[in-house]
């Protein structure tokens, strides 16, 4: 079954700050399909990179994504308050064809 | 700007069905392959169907394959989700999103979600 681990669980990081969030699978896999969403407590998540590296429509350039196989990582640079939400990866391919990280939560302290 | 509206949760007892209903607005919604995503309460978002842009191809995932069904009706721009022989496990809000159709598997509208509640 194919796995995608994201880590750590949870990150507390001060306005200002850079993140760092990790998404390893369990096979190597494309990188055009490697997506990541933000997802803010009470609400629908958002789409924010995909294809490993592309930001989505209206993200700000302080989220960028990086990776190939089977380590992929989304940083966020000059942390803002309204960051705080709980992150995940996904892949399109492979069984059962969409898998999701069971994510990271990010709190700006 | 697209949008998507579920409709059709609510609470009912193990064993029985329910359908939802996803309205779509905005976009050419018969060029779209459309997904239902769902969470349970406190845990990760779990994909669980995907339809292709004319309803001719069906996918689902293992933990409902078998008591779900997908489907839409491009004339009326509607996704639906019959969900039967419903399990205390199938607790969650369901989101429907559409595909962005690049072979990507992005998803880049999500609606606001349906809780569905299941439970004696």
């Known amino acids: 079954e194919f796995v995608l681990t994201q880590s750590p669980g949870t990150l507390s990081l001060s306005p200002g700050e850079r993140a760092t969030l990790s998404c390893r699978a369990s096979?190597?896999?494309?990188?055009?399909?490697l997506v990541w969403y933000q997802q803010i407590p009470g609400q629908a998540p958002r789409l924010l990179i995909y294809?490993?590296?592309s930001r989505a429509t209206g993200i700000p350039d302080r989220f960028s994504g990086s990776g190939s196989g089977t380590d992929f990582t989304l940083t966020i640079s000059r942390l803002e308050p309204e960051d705080s939400a709980v992150y995940y990866c996904?892949?399109?391919?492979?069984?059962?064809?969409?898998?999701f990280g069971q994510g990271t939560k990010l709190e700006i302290k | 700007q697209g949008q998507l509206v579920e409709s059709g949760g609510g609470v009912v007892r193990p064993g029985t069905s329910l359908r939802l209903s996803c309205a779509a607005s905005?976009?050419?919604?018969?060029?779209?392959?459309m997904h239902w995503v769902r969470q349970a309460p406190g845990k990760g978002l779990e994909w669980v169907a995907r339809?292709?842009?004319?309803?001719?191809?069906?996918y689902y995932a293992d933990s409902v394959k078998g008591r779900v069904t997908i489907s839409r009706d491009n004339s009326k721009n509607t996704l639906f989700l019959q969900m039967n022989s419903l399990r205390v496990e199938d607790t969650a809000v369901y989101y429907c999103?559409?595909?962005?159709?690049?072979?990507?598997?992005?998803?880049?509208?999500w609606g606001q979600g349906t809780l569905v509640t299941v439970s004696s």
């Open positions: 999103t559409r595909d962005y159709n690049d072979g990507s598997g992005r998803f880049d509208y």
């Open positions: 905005g976009f050419s919604f018969s060029s779209f392959a």
């Open positions: 339809i292709s842009y004319d309803g001719s191809g069906k």
């Open positions: 096979q190597s896999v494309s990188s055009s399909s």
């Open positions: 294809g490993a590296s």
């Open positions: 996904q892949n399109f391919g492979g069984s059962p064809g969409f898998t």
